[in-house]
């Protein structure tokens, strides 16, 4: 009785929820690209979880388009995307309305005859606020409360907000306030948000400023205190006279800096994992603190620059077009996420400058409250542990278990005796006593355990032996660490021929606050001395520079102060003692055509280094006619070594009226010899390089530049230099047409290496760009072709439980064992069911693939010859759209390439994205007689380390619209498709379901307020594969919808779900094809209301529901009241 006249309550009000529910304010549309700008909505829309995908249904790269979330505009190329899917969460509407604290009816002229004039202490009303009254504000705040009989209570809120102006004629403002919710994902999430914010709040005058938030620290004025520091605080400046500024900050760091080296793989494009300081890999990189350099110059980051890197996992790839080979010395300068203790740091500043003298002080001070630990909370033996280390970090290891209660979603052990030892032993004994531990790799054969298997929760470790393994129960500690560095610098100009400079540091550097065991080794200082002296100033402009370096073993600065490539420009091994450096530059200049440089450095650490070296360049242009030349010589002596390294770079080139010229010359020799035996040392190397290029056009437009490189790399063998390899390389970059109508672009390097120990190798990087429109659009077409190599990672993770609607993930016990397994999470289907987030793992295991990718799309629009009769006229009515986009990565095995984005079977393929989609229109987006056919084709491969998974579909669609009427809309909707997955070793997780709908739709409008629907959904499912599973669908729903002339809307909807299964529903197949409902009677209802507060506020309520016939209703409802400023 209660159940039927729910359901006839349900029909009465019109509501409805469809079967897959999304959170209230999601947002799917399908958008017609018009123009380049896309008015996606009304309102502001949230930046969190923002999709836009192509009408293939992939995910369109956010380098190929720009979003203004404030105004809710797109802007993207039309020529390319005529037609894109949105996917994104709204904010509510605000109608810009203008209020006034005064009735304007009641106001009238200044006259002495006024009968009646407006009081404030009469007629007063309640008027709206108006906030930041005189600023510029762009944003939102978000409060609400999400509760239900199937989930706890679960605050929501968001604030997005920039503000900027005047505060008063002197004062400005400037503000960027963010502050979400995680954002969700489906293949993992950003763990800490805070790393990848940008929030401040600054005040300005002519005079000062202070600016709170997430602040950039830099110096660039020290040689000693260079750095760049991305911290959460304060920072304080001010301009006391002409003469004299000062700085003052205090902030909490974001991070840690560090650097990580290493050697390209040839033809490796990457990605390549970036460890921290400790050899950490599970690291979050903070972003924007990136900097790469490859053999000591600077790349730069983006899409169409060098490399791009993912801050979450901590990998970075290298573009096509920026070939990688074994001869590069890549280094990554970072700041990453360091949480161990709370780090203030303070950095101030004081500058004075006037005419020919300036002096500048700085301090810089980083330190760990050592009382304040976050994520390691210290025992009192664990510090007596760091006490007794002092700096000698392998000490710092401490037992990592501890008692624990009992709980399904942590992996624990229980302690039990093998072989006369306790050891750990998992469990899911609720009854044992049981202990959260933590094990660490300590290297293999210094360890007792082993890595059993990874669960959906973690990996379990299991006892092997004494020294049988790699791991055992300890954990690394960290010690809390204190910097302190001082700084004065002058400079003093006493004629404008000569200037003369001098910097002084100190350095208070201890790397373990617990301890005070090496105490002795924490302070140090540097100086520097320079001077620069005009000698002549005629045709020929000589000068001079002499610089003295002094500094003490173990000096410590924030970041590197010397060339990126100091140690290996010196043959710098590990050098001890206090250095020494004296160096003197020769300058001479003519008519800015010809610049001489000869420089001599002496460089000496006091306990194991001594060498001098010479350095030549040049630069000279005869008319069209350049040249460069670089060239140094060292001669350095160790302990045990005496080296000669020479270095040489010559560069010429020609300019023609239309075209150019060149040919370059590089070589290395860095002879080691023991002084022991006269010998080569292993690590003495030889390498010749030889390059010519011609090239033609204007290279910032159209050009073409064609290019032949030839390289030979020595190494030491039987004491003599022995070619080991040689490699050949031949390219081409071009931009060959760009104009209105046509843009072709084509890049290509392709490498043979020829090894003398190892099996020869073959590498090519291409890219071709093609875009082309044809009778006046009436043909559109866009290419993009790529291939390179690299490699993919068997990428790990594990679910972790959160609060309930805050996840994307579901588990179900579908053995009713008690333990979560990877074959029992489900990407939920309603809110409330979705408690489980999936954290990818940082990727340490990884194929060599060869990749290879293909973008094809092809419009005909003949929609120009609307105005034509005949032939041309009917023709108009069509329009046709095809898109292909395939990304395949196949094992990289041979001397072969992967040419053919095509092949895309064979176990040779280890990761694939294939998407095909056609449609073919009659009377596009008219509503009269209109006709749609689809026809879209997809298939994915993923490794994991559970296995590789391969997804499979297909679909034929036919769509009809037609307005029966003024009142009534007719839609009706076709479908045949199937879906297959296959993985490798969850069997029960298998299908091939093919899947018939169809879809008929009446709407009545009855104006454009009022808007009510009913419809028809049957749809048929069968599994052709183990079970033969089989489900029988039919739905009938009603909805309705409001919206008033004041943007108040009401949305309401029901439905009923009749399903007829055949097979277990407890099994991920049956979970997939009931998509989350049960068998039998289900019931979805769904109501929202936003309502219009005032210009600022808006309030949304909305309330959802569902019930099965062997199940009691659920309900869930949400409350969230917002601000649009």
């Known amino acids: 009785m209660i159940k039927n006249f729910f359901c006839v309550l349900c029909f009465l009000i019109g509501v409805v929820a469809y079967a897959q529910t999304k959170p209230k304010e999601f947002r799917l549309k399908k958008i017609q690209v018009k123009k380049d700008t896309v008015q996606i909505d009304s309102v502001s829309i949230n930046p969190t979880n923002f999709k836009l995908l192509s009408k293939e249904g992939s995910l369109i790269n956010p380098s190929n388009y720009k979003v203004n979330f404030g105004l809710s505009q797109l802007i993207i190329d039309k020529e390319k995307y005529s037609e894109i899917t949105v996917e994104y969460y709204r904010y509510p509407e605000f109608i810009t309305k203008e209020y006034s604290p005064f009735d304007k009816r009641l106001i009238v002229e200044n006259t002495k005859n006024t009968g009646k004039l407006y009081s404030e202490t009469t007629n007063k009303k309640t008027s709206d606020v108006r906030f930041f009254d005189g600023l510029t504000t762009q944003g939102f705040i978000t409060r609400g409360v999400t509760g239900g009989n199937n989930q706890n209570a679960v605050t929501n809120s968001s604030l997005d907000l920039t503000i900027s102006g005047k505060l008063s004629d002197k004062v400005g403002i400037r503000a960027n306030i963010f502050d979400t919710n995680i954002p969700l994902q489906q293949n993992g999430y950003s763990q800490k948000i805070t790393d990848f914010d940008r929030i401040f709040v600054e005040l300005y005058s ?82 924007g603190s990136d900097k790469v350099f490859v053999n000591g110059v600077l790349l730069q980051r983006g899409e169409n620059k060098d490399y791009t890197i993912d801050y979450n996992l901590a990998e970075i790839r290298f573009n096509t077009a920026y070939p990688i080979t074994n001869d590069m010395r890549i280094r990554i300068e970072f700041q990453y ?103 660490s790799n300590v290297g293999a054969g210094k360890g007792d355990y082993v890595v059993d298997k990874t669960i959906a929760i973690g990996t379990i470790y299991k006892y092997l032996g004494k020294n049988q393994g790699g791991y055992n129960p300890v954990v690394q500690l960290v010690a809390p660490s204190k910097l302190q560095v001082a700084v004065v610098n002058s400079k003093y100009s006493p004629s404008d021929k000569t200037t003369i400079q001098a910097e002084l540091a100190f350095s208070d550097n201890d790397v373990n606050l617990f301890s005070n065991i090496d105490d002795s080794k ?82 000496k ?48 080139e020609h300019s023609f009226e239309k075209s150019w010229l060149g040919g370059f010359v590089n070589f290395e020799t860095n002879e080691k010899k023991e002084t022991s035996t006269n010998n080569f040392d292993i690590t003495s190397h030889q390498f010749k390089e030889y390059e010519g290029y011609y090239g033609i056009g204007d290279s910032t437009k159209v050009f073409a530049k064609f290019g032949v490189n030839y390289r030979t790399n020595d190494s030491i063998k039987s004491n003599a230099f022995t070619q080991i390899n040689n490699r050949k390389t031949f390219y081409i970059n071009s931009k060959i047409i760009q104009n209105t109508t046509t843009n072709l672009s084509l890049y290509a390097n392709y490498r043979f290496t020829e090894n003398r120990l190892a099996d020869n190798e073959t590498t090519l990087n291409s890219r071709i760009l093609y875009n082309q429109r044809f009778f006046k659009n009436l043909l559109t077409l866009g290419t993009a072709y790529e291939t390179s190599s690299g490699n993919i990672a068997r990428q790990d993770f594990i679910y972790v439980k959160t609060e309930p609607g805050q996840g994307y993930y579901t588990w179900i016990d579908y053995n009713n064992d008690g333990e979560q ?69 196949r094992l990289r095995a041979g001397s072969g390439f992967n040419w053919n984005p095509f092949n895309t079977s064979g176990d040779g393929v280890l990761g694939l994205n294939f998407n095909f989609r ?191 016939t062997n199940s009691s209703a659920i309900h869930t409802g949400t409350v969230q009241l917002k601000a649009i400023f």
């Open 918 to 1108: 056609n449609s073919f229109y009659f009377n596009r987006n008219l509503q009269n007689y209109s006709w749609t056919y689809t026809f879209g084709k997809s298939q994915n491969k993923q490794q994991f380390s559970v296995g590789n998974q391969e997804g499979n579909s297909f679909i034929h669609q036919l769509e009809f619209q037609h307005k029966l009427t003024k009142f009534w809309l007719f839609e009706t909707k076709a479908s045949v498709g199937e879906n297959k997955l296959k993985t490798e070793n969850l069997a029960n997780r298998n299908y091939e379901i093919s899947v018939k709908e169809l879809q008929p739709k009446f709407t009545f409008i009855y104006n454009k307020d009022h808007r009510f629907s009913v419809s028809y959904h049957y749809k048929n499912k069968e599994n052709n594969m183990l079970n033969f599973e089989k489900l029988q669908q039919q739905k009938i729903g009603l909805s309705y919808f409001f919206i008033s002339s004041k943007k108040n809307q009401i949305s309401a909807d029901t439905a009923m779900f009749l399903n007829d299964f055949t097979g277990n529903s407890n099994s991920p197949v049956g979970y997939q094809m009931l998509e989350g409902l049960q068998i039998g009677r289900n019931y979805t209802w769904n109501l929202q209301l936003n309502q219009k507060l005032t210009s600022v506020l808006n309030l949304s309520v909305s309330y959802l529901g569902r019930k099965s």
């Open 605 to 652: 650490f006091s306990n194991n280094f001594s060498g001098s070296k010479h350095t030549l360049q040049s630069k000279v242009k005869f008319d069209s006619t350049s040249v460069w030349v670089n060239g140094s010589w060292l001669k350095n002596s160790t302990n045990t070594r005496k080296d000669n390294f020479f270095r040489g770079q010559s560069k010429v």
């Open 821 to 889: 397994q990877f074959n029992e999470f489900e990407i939920a289907q309603f809110q409330d069911q979705a408690t489980y987030l999936r954290i990818a793992l940082p990727n340490i295991r990884f194929l060599a693939t060869q990749r290879v990718k293909w973008k094809q799309s092809i419009t005909l629009n003949p929609k120009q010859w609307g105005s034509k009769k005949g032939f041309k006229k009917t023709l108009s009515h069509f329009y046709n759209q095809t898109y292909v986009t395939i990304d395949n990565e």
């Open 522 to 603: 924490n302070k140090r200082i540097a100086t520097k001395i320079g001077w620069n002296q005009r000698l002549l100033d005629k045709d020929w402009k000589i000068t001079s520079d002499v610089n003295y370096k002094f500094i003490e073993n173990n000096f410590q600065t924030v970041q590197r102060f010397q060339a990126v490539e100091f140690n290996r420009n010196w043959n710098l091994d590990s050098p001890t003692g206090d250095q020494h450096e004296i160096g003197t530059v020769l300058t001479a200049q003519k008519n800015k055509k010809t610049t001489i440089s000869y420089g001599f450095h002496h460089l």
């Open 206 to 287: 002519k005079n000062w400023r202070v600016k709170g938030g997430d602040v950039s620290l830099e110096n660039n004025d020290s040689y000693f205190l260079n750095f760049n520091k991305q911290v959460s605080g304060v920072e304080v400046g001010a301009n006391l006279s002409e003469s004299t500024n000062v700085l003052a900050s205090g902030a909490i760091v974001r991070g840690r800096f560090s650097s990580f080296n290493f050697v390209g793989v040839e033809g490796n494009q990457g990605p390549y994992k970036i460890f921290g300081s400790n050899n950490e890999s599970g690291i979050i990189i903070v972003s």
């Open 337 to 439: 996420s360091d949480r161990n203790y709370t780090r203030f740091i303070t950095y101030e500043k004081a500058q004075y400058k006037k005419d020919n003298f300036s002096i500048a002080g700085y301090f810089y001070n980083e330190n760990d409250a050592k009382s304040q630990p976050i994520q390691q909370a210290l025992t009192d033996a664990q510090k007596q542990i760091l006490a007794n280390a002092g700096n000698d970090i392998t000490k710092m290891m401490a037992p990592s278990f501890f008692a624990d209660e009992f709980s399904v979603n942590r992996i624990q052990y229980k302690k039990t005796i093998i072989s006369g030892n306790e050891v750990f032993e998992y469990t899911t004994n609720e009854n044992d006593e049981v202990f959260s531990v933590i094990f």
